[in-house]
């Protein structure tokens, strides 16, 4: 089982909609987690932190729950910028090693 | 600030042939990592060095070696080039060495192919 796992996608929306992704961990000791985003062809960049609180950054939601081990991201209002693969991120533990998802690909069009 | 460089962008190798990825960063960070990229396997660690004077295995360093040349540049060899070994190589930087885990500021990339 892979450590970090999520649904590739694509997820295709219309411009304006709602869209959440999931993603799953498998390691109990890992402490920080984070969504990057990655356009084609270029290299990731990080979106945003998750917390155990959760946290908002403009129409980017960001959720942790511990119990289940998932972490979640919520984009409202997509827009065609949007666009992109957005990549599940949690670390090891030590070392500031971080364990990388395949990514989940979102497409929003007109 | 240029943030983290990497040289060169593109490059096309036979098998069997060595060649030194570089990666430089300009934000004074600690740690550097280098990453492969391959369709469907995500971003997987090749090494890192957690300080200057420091390096470690990551999760797929066969076929490898680096050098922590100073604080800024972290380069990655291939001694000798296999075909599995085309993918896209990100070096990354981040700031202080925790338990927990910062922010990783990325490089554009090298995309490596072995013939």
């Known amino acids: 089982r892979k450590e970090v796992e999520q649904d590739p996608g694509p997820f295709n929306v219309p411009e304006g909609a709602t869209v959440a992704f999931n993603c799953t961990y498998s390691?109990?000791?890992?402490?920080?987690f984070f969504w990057y985003r990655q356009d084609c062809r270029k290299e990731p960049k990080l979106l945003m932190s998750?917390?155990?609180s959760g946290n908002e950054d403009g129409r980017f939601t960001a959720q942790l729950n511990r119990a289940s081990q998932y972490i979640s991201l919520l984009i409202r209002d997509s827009k065609l910028s949007d666009s992109a693969t957005y990549l599940c991120?949690?670390?090891?533990?030590?070392?500031?090693?971080?364990?990388f998802g395949t990514g989940t690909r979102l497409q929003v069009t007109l | 600030n240029a943030g983290v460089t990497q040289t060169p962008k593109f490059q096309v190798l036979k098998t069997g042939q060595s060649m030194t990825l570089q990666c430089a960063q300009d934000?004074?960070?600690?740690?550097m990592y280098w990453y492969r990229q391959d369709p469907g396997m995500g971003l997987r660690l090749i090494y890192y060095?957690?300080?200057?004077?420091?390096?470690d295995k990551g999760e797929v360093p066969n076929g490898y070696n680096v050098s922590r040349l100073n604080k800024r540049e972290f380069s990655l060899r291939l001694e000798s080039a296999a075909p599995s070994q085309t993918s896209v190589y990100f070096c990354?930087?981040?700031?202080?060495?925790?338990?927990?885990?910062?922010?990783?500021?990325f490089g554009p990339g090298t995309r490596l192919t072995v013939l």
């Open positions: 990354a930087s981040s700031e202080i060495q925790l338990i927990g885990a910062d922010t990783q500021y």
């Open positions: 934000m004074n960070h600690n740690s």
């Open positions: 390691n109990s000791a890992s402490q920080s």
């Open positions: 991120v949690g670390n090891t533990g030590t070392a500031s090693k971080l364990t």
């Open positions: 998750v917390y155990s």
């Open positions: 060095s957690a300080s200057e004077g420091t390096t």
